[in-house]
Nanobody, 116 residues
Framework: DVQLQASGGGLVQPGGFLSLSCAAS????????MSWARQAPGKELEWVSD????????KYVNSVKGRFSISRDNAKNILYLQMSSLKPEDMAVYYC?????????WGQGTQVTVSS
């Protein structure tokens, strides 16, 4: 079975740093582009970042450019999201995901709270 286990969320003050991880199993991680998305309370799911299968190409939503960094370790089957200069508006549940043909696979999410 496909499993995407996100971790690393928590409470951080504005301006702080968090590093999220997503441990993948049950599929050939290295051949898929991977994504991070987030959902804030009362808001729709928002795509945050993509990384190509080889890690060579990354994309970000404008609101996180220059503050977030996506990366992956294909030897360990782990996806990362490093988040710096966090803002209250970054507070959300963060999910890792990938798409195979027309089907999306999602992990269980990890809560990021940004508050003083």
């Amino acid at each position: 079975d496909v499993q995407l286990q996100a971790s690393g969320g928590g409470l951080v003050q504005p301006g702080g740093f968090l590093s999220l991880s997503c441990a993948a199993s049950g599929f050939t991680f290295r051949i898929y582009d991977m994504s991070w998305a987030r959902q804030a309370p009362g808001k729709e799911l928002e795509w945050v970042s993509d990384i190509s299968s080889d890690g060579g190409t990354t994309k970000y939503v404008n609101s996180v450019k220059g503050r977030f960094s996506i990366s992956r370790d294909n030897a360990k089957n782990i996806l990362y999201l490093q988040m710096s200069s966090l803002k209250p508006e970054d507070m959300a549940v963060y999910y890792c995901a990938f798409r195979e043909l027309s089907r999306d696979f999602w992990g269980q999410g990890t809560q990021v709270t940004v508050s003083s």
